[in-house]
């Protein structure tokens, strides 16, 4: 839990680059958290992996598909893919 708290704190503190091996190390730890699986998918948007992220954030949708944070990480990643010329 530690790990993936210190990534996610990362992210919010603008330094995905580095939450991202932390935040990958703690969905190892847990593959089917849904929270660990969008925070990492988060993490991957904001390093510019969009297809690394689409993978995750949408397994962790199918996951919990009401969670209000995943939710907003899956508009993300389709804002993005749109603007990309790949919609989901």
Known sequence: DAMHE??????EGGRPDDALPLLVRATEMRPDDPGYLADEGYARLRTGDVAGAGERIRRASRLD????????????????????????
């Open 65 to 88: 598909p009401d969670d209000p944070l995943t939710r907003a990480y899956l508009a993300e990643l389709e804002r993005l893919e749109i603007e990309a010329g790949k919609p989901n």
């Open 6 to 11: 210190l990534g996610v704190a990362l992210v």
